[in-house]
């Protein structure tokens, strides 16, 4: 008899959600995390610490163009230290938060390494000390870390990654970075509002390549009145440190060789899965680059194993695609009705200023799939609260198929992006339609109502532009 129904290994978003809903449904549980504290990169160097730093920059430009809302301020000061230390004083609530969830569902946690060593078994090595747990079903949930290029290793002072960038003990006055991902674009608006000069230098031909090509022009276009200074079809060759800091060597998009100086460099090229000696070789799980092969359920090729978050073959790396993908696997353990994750369905939000939230197919993603597709786009510069929050850049866009109206996607970017993609990621979920959409009563005067005159626009009835 196996001591536990489930065994999870790792306790980021994957993880931990994946054991308080397994707790929730009756599953005896057990989560073996490496570190200390519970919470893995999303809590502690990634979706957390970015957003709390992204909000204080938020503020800080409220500040900054106060004279637009009729204010008269002066002397405001960022102090770094305390920013950093509000930061911190979050992130270690909510994994104190998560300790408290662990005990309200009876799951059990230890601290150390955790193996797969065959059906039915983990291995746990916390500093020497060994032992065996059996578990009936094991996922493997062990997460991300930042790459490096090739010849650019992080010394985590100079050269950092989302991990050390979180612990520069002042405001660089100059900063390169090396990718225009959601992880590089966040970090250049944080800074980019704290009066750092950046530089951002991108391989690919545009920044935010995985949005809509709509999306990424418009970004870059808002990046470039901000003074951010962006190279695109980038080719990173060297990064020399010396005494001012770092010198970055690089082929712009017409191959002509550049350098740029700055303080610091911070590296924001992917994040590589973190799947080795997880003891994967003992079973016939298909393992590709480190990325693990699951099924709909999320069960791997080995029976009882299962994989999910940011070492899953073919699926975003983001903390809500690990929750749903852990909250999938426990529920079908249970035998209990569920539905797989598709991958169509799953919302992006890019926290940047201007924000950005999409899902679904971009307007190039439908062409390709043989759609006959009809777009909609919508300004904010026709939405009255847009215009009071002093916001009104950027639009949302709708990619449909003609003949039926089925919403295929949608792209946001400008004000509250992130948050009324809500909208959005329902209309994808329940197949929703342009007619079902634009006929939907929207509150006047919100952001939100764009949605409505994005979707009318579709047939061309926006009303406000
Ligand atoms: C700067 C940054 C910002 C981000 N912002 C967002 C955002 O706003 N929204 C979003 O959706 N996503 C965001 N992400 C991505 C998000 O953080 C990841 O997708 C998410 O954390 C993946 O969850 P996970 O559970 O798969 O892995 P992780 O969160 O990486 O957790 C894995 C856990 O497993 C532990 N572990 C690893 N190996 C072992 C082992 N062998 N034994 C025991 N424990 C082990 C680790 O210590 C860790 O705690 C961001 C990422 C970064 C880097």
Not at 111 to 138: F, L
Request: charged fraction near 25%; glycine fraction near 10%.
């Amino acid at each position: 008899m196996a001591k536990y129904d489930v065994a999870i290994i790792g306790s980021g978003p994957g993880g931990y959600v994946a054991a308080i809903r397994a707790g929730e449904i009756g599953l005896k549980t057990v989560v073996v995390e490496k570190d200390p504290y519970l919470g893995g990169t999303c809590l502690h160097v990634g979706c957390i610490p970015t957003k709390v730093l992204l909000h204080h920059a938020d503020v800080y430009d409220h500040f900054k163009n106060a004279g637009e809302l009729g204010f008269e301020v002066s002397g405001v000061k960022i102090n770094w230290p305390n920013i950093l230390e509000r930061k911190d004083k979050f992130v270690k609530k909510h994994a104190k938060g998560i300790e408290f969830l662990f005990k309200k569902n009876k799951v059990e946690w230890v601290q150390g390494w955790g193996r797969y060593e065959g059906p039915g078994r983990v291995s746990v090595d916390n500093n020497g000390k060994k032992s065996t747990i059996e578990a009936a079903n094991i996922l493997l949930v062990s997460g991300s870390e930042a790459r490096s290029l090739p010849g650019i290793e992080p010394d985590h002072k100079t050269i950092v990654t989302n991990r050390s960038i979180l612990q520069l003990p002042e405001i660089p006055k100059t900063l390169v970075v090396v990718g225009a991902g959601a992880v590089g674009v966040e970090f250049a608006s944080i800074y980019n509002s704290f009066g750092t000069q950046v530089t951002i230098l991108e391989m690919l031909p545009r920044v935010v390549p995985v949005e809509d090509e709509e999306i990424s022009a418009e970004l870059e276009k808002a990046f470039k009145k901000k003074n951010i200074q962006i190279f695109t079809g980038a080719k990173v060759e060297s990064a020399k440190k010396d005494a001012k800091g770092v010198t970055v060597s690089f082929k712009d998009k017409d191959g002509k060789p550049q350098t740029i100086q700055a303080e610091k460099l911070l590296l924001a090229v992917g994040r590589k899965p973190m799947t080795e000696n997880c003891g994967l070789e003992k079973s016939k799980a298909k393992v590709e680059r480190g990325f693990v092969h699951a099924g709909p359920y999320m069960e791997t090729d080995e029976k009882g194993l299962f994989a999910i978050g940011d070492i899953v073959a073919g699926m975003p790396q983001l903390a809500h695609a690990a929750m749903m993908e852990g909250i999938v696997a426990v529920t079908h353990i249970a035998g209990k009705p569920t539905q797989p994750v598709l991958k169509t369905r799953i919302p992006n939000a890019t926290y940047c200023e201007p924000q950005i939230g999409s899902i679904g197919l971009t307007e190039k993603q439908a062409r390709e799939a043989g759609y006959a597709v009809k777009v909609g786009k919508f300004p904010f510069v026709g939405n009255s609260k847009a215009t009071i929050l002093g916001s009104h850049g950027g639009f949302i866009k709708v990619v449909s198929e003609e003949k039926y109206g089925e919403v295929l996607g949608i792209h946001i970017i400008g004000p509250l992006a992130t948050e009324i993609l809500s909208e959005a990621a329902a209309t994808l979920n329940l197949e929703g339609t342009i007619d079902d959409m634009m006929n939907m009563v929207h509150a006047h005067p919100t952001v939100w109502e764009a949605m409505g005159d994005a979707f009318a626009s579709v047939r061309g009835l926006q009303i406000n532009v």
